[in-house]
């Protein structure tokens, strides 16, 4: 039997030999993992101005290349545009007399019909103007009864050459008097045989009503703008085309649309009007495009990406794919590959551009290579 001294003892060196065993086991662990070389990411680096990648990386990233080349060029224009109306297709109408509104027959997003009613106005200069027409009326009529009777009276010798006369003069200022009445009604917008004072607005011509803005009871001056009326079926397209690529563009030209809130959507468009000034600031002028609107795609004010196809002369070019090309800094930009495992970032001087190739004005020899796809991940590892 161990005596209860003697058992302690032995209990107290067994434990301190596992502590001690547990730290050497922690300390060689430790130094073997400081020991194993640190994992390397395979990513593009830099070196001497060059972008050094793997056969690994340019196959993960999908990097292929192609070689800048010289041939026939057809090139095409892409801008930004803003969706209009055709100003030959837009008519207003204004209230032209003072006075308050009655009734409102169309708002804001109605069709309406050439001569279809608008609104209602009464006013009572307009009332005055159709009494005064209404009085040139009567004294009209008993002028012409007054200068029948004076004729008749002369050819049977019963009156004199003068008072037929003085009739037939009488009768003259009268209709004179009652086409000055006839048009004070007209250039009130009224109408002679409707009630007295009431103005019925009425739309110029079949269209759309983008603008009401007249309510019932509202109080309106003779300057006041009530309906803005818009045949939808054709609108313009401003595009603002710079200085350098303007005098390509010629009327006729085709265009494809995208609108910016459905870019699957393309649709078809004519140049009608080139514009003849530079503006200073921007260097720019306008390009009007012409569009068949009868399903409704565009809206006014809409934004709009162009793709102008020039009909003029093919061009003699160096050009390379447009993938080819980025922008660093500001500054367009494509890899030229030294090899297939070190890329060597060069900028250029990009001209026109076709859609699917782009000019190459300077910075590159004829079969010189270039990546053309994976650019915008090797972009991205590099200036990340």
Do not use: C
């Amino acid at each position: 039997m161990i005596r209860p001294p003697l058992r302690r003892l032995l209990i107290g060196a067994g434990a301190l030999i596992l502590v001690g065993g547990l730290a050497v086991a922690r300390a060689w662990h430790g130094r073997g993992v400081a020991d194993e070389p640190a994992e390397v990411r395979d990513v593009p680096r830099e070196e001497d101005g060059a972008i050094l990648i793997s056969d690994a990386y340019a196959k993960r990233a999908g990097i292929t290349f192609a070689a800048a080349a010289r041939g026939a060029l057809t090139p095409v224009v892409k801008v930004v545009g803003t969706v209009s109306l055709d100003p030959r297709r837009v008519s207003v109408v204004g209230t032209r007399t003072p006075g308050f509104v009655k009734r409102v027959f169309k708002l804001e997003g109605d069709d309406v019909r050439a001569g279809e009613a608008l609104a209602e106005v009464e006013s009572a200069e307009l009332g005055q103007a159709q009494a005064s027409f209404a009085s040139a009326v009567a004294e009209q009529n008993a002028a012409v009864i007054n200068a029948r009777r004076e004729a008749a009276l002369l050819e049977n010798h019963l009156t004199t050459a003068r008072e037929s006369e003085e009739a037939e003069a009488t009768l003259a200022s009268r209709e004179a008097r009652l086409a000055a009445a006839r048009e004070g009604v007209t250039a009130m917008g009224g109408e002679a045989r409707s009630p007295l004072g009431r103005r019925l607005l009425r739309s110029p011509i079949s269209g759309h009503v983008v603008e009401a803005l007249l309510s019932v009871g509202q109080s309106v001056e003779p300057h006041k703008l009530a309906f803005r009326i818009a045949n939808l079926d054709s609108v313009w397209v401003e595009l603002e085309v710079f200085e350098r690529t303007v005098g390509l563009v010629r009327v006729g030209d085709s265009v494809e649309l995208t609108p910016m809130s459905d870019l699957g959507r393309h649709i078809k468009g004519t140049v009608a009007h080139v514009g003849e000034l530079i503006d200073l600031t921007s260097r720019s002028t306008d390009v009007r495009v012409q569009v068949d609107n009868k399903d409704r795609l565009l809206r006014p004010g809409q934004s709009v990406s162009a793709l102008i196809r020039l009909s003029g002369p093919q061009r003699d070019a160096l050009t390379v794919p447009s993938p080819a090309v980025t922008y660093v800094d500001d500054t367009p930009t494509v890899f030229v590959a030294a090899t297939t495992n070190r890329l060597v970032p060069t900028k250029v001087r990009i001209g026109l551009s076709d859609g699917a190739r782009d000019e190459v004005l300077s910075g590159l020899a004829p079969g010189t290579q270039v990546a053309v796809t994976g650019v915008f991940a090797l972009k991205s590892e590099l200036y990340r």
